[in-house]
């Protein structure tokens, strides 16, 4: 069974493993899925117990969510029982959207998600260039939405692919006017352990981990593709695999499965994190990430070779 956390200072209830319904897959939209099987994947999870899912306006799956949720519902789920997580983009043809375009687009995504509010909403991949202009022009956005009953708490994502090193989290975690925070943190990029975890902490904020498992943690032939980058740019010493078989202590650990096993358990301990985000459109994929987050913690040997071998890196995103 899921274990459930506390997200912070919402006091939400939150299952460790969280339903993206972005990343490469987007529910299987990008890769060919038909609505109704993307519709049934949202029904899946909430079946499996999964109790947090986050969409946006970028990824176009609003919609779909919505009907599931709808769905579920109409089932007899009580609205309280699942976690909507949105998030709106702050650029619009190349220039830095308006307060009255912020309303428009929560408007907009409550429409799609055919919801009175949302339970978090978030400004989507922030630079640490355009925060100050969150914070200065949208925050107070936010701050009105949520007195109207449309948003319960406010969030705020990296944009983790290119700020490896949470330039933009480092300053928003000074600030007191986010409820809660996603990150990017796995076993390729621990870096948040120490510039962002434990401010967020302090200020008792919701973390969600995103990039988990992206296609750097998918399978043994990527990660050996991204250590072998690492080492030809002089990030990883090759001495330091020596004797391992590069993977090999890895994947002849009793009890991983996979590397995804591993890399799901790796993050799901972290200290400071509280919902673990995967995405799939498979529903075996879907099973598979469940378990995986349902299995005990990682060997504290495993973990500790693990943040030897990678602790130092915070170069690369996994993706």
Same mark, same amino acid.
């Given at each position: ?7 912070? !200072? ?9 339903l993206g ?7 299987g939209?990008? /890769? ?6 993307? +519709?049934? #994947?949202? !029904?899946q ?5 999964? $109790?947090?899912?986050?969409t946006a306006?970028?990824y176009?799956?609003?919609? #779909? ?5 709808r ?9 309280? &029982? ?12 190349? !220039?830095?959207?308006t @307060? @009255?375009e912020?309303q428009q ?9 055919? *919801? ?8 989507? =991949?922030?630079d @640490? %260039? ?11 956005e ?8 449309? +948003?319960?708490?406010?969030? +705020? /994502?990296e944009?983790?692919?290119?700020d ?17 925070i996603m990150?990017?943190?796995? *076993?390729l $990029? ?5 510039? #962002?975890?434990?401010? &967020? &902490? ?7 981990d *995103?990039?988990?498992?992206? %296609?750097?943690? =998918? ?7 991204? #250590?072998?980058r ?5 990030? *990883? ?9 590069? +993977? =090999?202590?890895l ?10 096993? @591993?890399?799901?358990?790796? &993050? ?26 349902? %299995? ?5 040997s ?12 915070d ?5």
């Amino acid at each position: 069974m899921l274990e459930r956390r506390k997200l912070g !200072r919402t006091q939400l209830e939150v299952t460790v493993m969280g339903l993206g319904a972005g990343g490469h897959s987007r529910l299987g939209q990008s /890769t060919g899925k038909s609505t109704g099987e993307s +519709i049934a #994947i949202v !029904r899946q999870a909430l079946d499996l117990g999964i $109790n947090f899912i986050d969409t946006a306006e970028a990824y176009k799956t609003e919609p #779909i969510v919505g009907h599931a949720v709808r769905e579920s519902l109409q089932a007899g789920m009580d609205r309280d &029982a699942v976690v909507l997580s949105s998030k709106k983009l702050i650029h619009h043809s190349q !220039r830095r959207i308006t @307060a @009255a375009e912020f309303q428009q687009g929560l408007d907009d995504s409550l429409r799609r998600l055919r *919801m009175d509010h949302v339970d978090i909403y978030h400004l989507h =991949g922030i630079d @640490a %260039r355009d925060y100050r202009f969150c914070v200065e022009s949208l925050v107070p956005e936010m701050l009105r939405a949520r007195d109207q009953g449309k +948003i319960r708490f406010l969030g +705020i /994502t990296e944009a983790f692919a290119s700020d490896t090193t949470h330039e933009m989290l480092k300053l928003a975690v000074e600030d007191d006017c986010w409820d809660v925070i996603m990150v990017g943190f796995n *076993m390729l $990029n621990q870096s948040a352990r120490t510039t #962002i975890l434990p401010r &967020a &902490a302090h200020r008792d904020l919701g973390v969600l981990d *995103m990039f988990a498992v992206r %296609r750097a943690l =998918g399978s043994p032939d990527s990660l050996l593709h991204a #250590i072998g980058r690492l080492i030809e740019e002089g990030r *990883m010493d090759p001495g330091t695999l020596s004797g391992d078989g590069w +993977i =090999g202590f890895l994947l002849g650990e009793p009890g991983v499965e996979s590397i995804p096993d @591993a890399a799901y358990r790796f &993050a799901r301990d972290e200290p400071g994190v509280h919902v673990v985000l995967s995405g799939t459109g498979n529903p075996d994929h879907l099973r598979a990430n469940h378990a995986a987050l349902c %299995r005990p913690p990682l060997s504290g040997s495993l973990r500790g070779r693990l943040i030897e071998l990678f602790g130092h890196l915070d170069s690369i995103s996994g993706q």
